[in-house]
Antibody
Framework: QLQQQESGPGLVKPSETLSLTCIVSDDSISSSNYYWGWIRQPPGKGLEWIGSIYYSGNTYSNPSLRSRVTISVDTSKNQFSLKLRSVTAADTAVYYC????????????WGQGALVTVSS | EIVLTQSPGTLSLSPGERASLSCRASQSVSSTYLAWYQQKPGQAPRLLIYAASTRATGIPDRFSGSGSGTDFTLTISRLEPEDSAVYYCQQYDSSPLTFGGGTKVEIK
């Protein structure tokens, strides 16, 4: 069964850059059948889509975050990454990576999530 | 941006009862792009329904989805204790992809 694991620092200082990587357990990241996404959830709140990437490198992101977000993919390492610049306390959240099959148009496999706290 | 409004905020029902969760969109959404997720405390969301009415792999048939246009419904036909969770709808008919605010289902 597919597994995904988010990794990165759990604490980031205000104004710095949040960096997370999602390692995918198989080579489906190179498949044309899937997109790969980042979603976040502030403590006690709902879900917010950050952005998605295709194996070719094409990216799609939420306009509310687009100016601060970079999503990249490394198919040789079966992983994709998120960078969020100039973070504030409002960016404190659990960050999830997830798979999006073109056939389902929904996120069918999710990582366990990584809590990132923005604090000095 | 398409806003998804879920109601009620909280639903408290007994085991065996039927639950109906509503998701209303601020503009029409193609059924192809409407999904439902279940999230239990401390866990990642789990895909229940995609394309408005298609159950994801391994989802029990007591979960069903319906609707079109701006009104969609997730129905749990016979509640079981493990169905206690928050349920979210999601659309990607137009960017940005958005989620509803969630409905919490409590089992008495």
């Amino acid at each position: 069964q597919l597994q995904q694991q988010e990794s990165g620092p759990g604490l980031v200082k205000p104004s710095e850059t949040l960096s997370l990587t999602c390692i995918v357990s198989d080579d489906s990241i190179s498949s044309s059948n899937y997109y790969w996404g980042w979603i976040r959830q502030p403590p006690g709140k709902g879900l917010e889509w950050i952005g998605s990437i295709y194996y070719s490198g094409n990216t799609y992101s939420n306009p509310s975050l687009r100016s601060r977000v970079t999503i990249s993919v490394d198919t040789s390492k079966n992983q994709f990454s998120l960078k969020l610049r100039s973070v504030t306390a409002a960016d404190t959240a659990v960050y999830y990576c997830a798979r999006w099959p073109s056939s389902a148009r929904a996120f069918d496999y999710w990582g366990q999530g990584a809590l990132v706290t923005v604090s000095s | 941006e398409i806003v998804l409004t879920q109601s009620p905020g909280t639903l408290s029902l007994s085991p065996g009862e039927r639950a109906s969760l509503s998701c209303r969109a601020s503009q029409s959404v193609s059924s192809t792009y409407l999904a439902w997720y279940q999230q239990k405390p401390g866990q990642a969301p789990r895909l229940l329904i995609y394309a408005a009415s298609t159950r994801a792999t391994g989802i029990p048939d007591r979960f069903s989805g319906s609707g079109s246009g701006t009104d969609f419904t997730l129905t749990i036909s016979r509640l079981e204790p493990e169905d206690s969770a928050v349920y979210y709808c999601q659309q990607y008919d137009s960017s940005p992809l958005t989620f509803g605010g969630g409905t919490k289902v409590e089992i008495k």
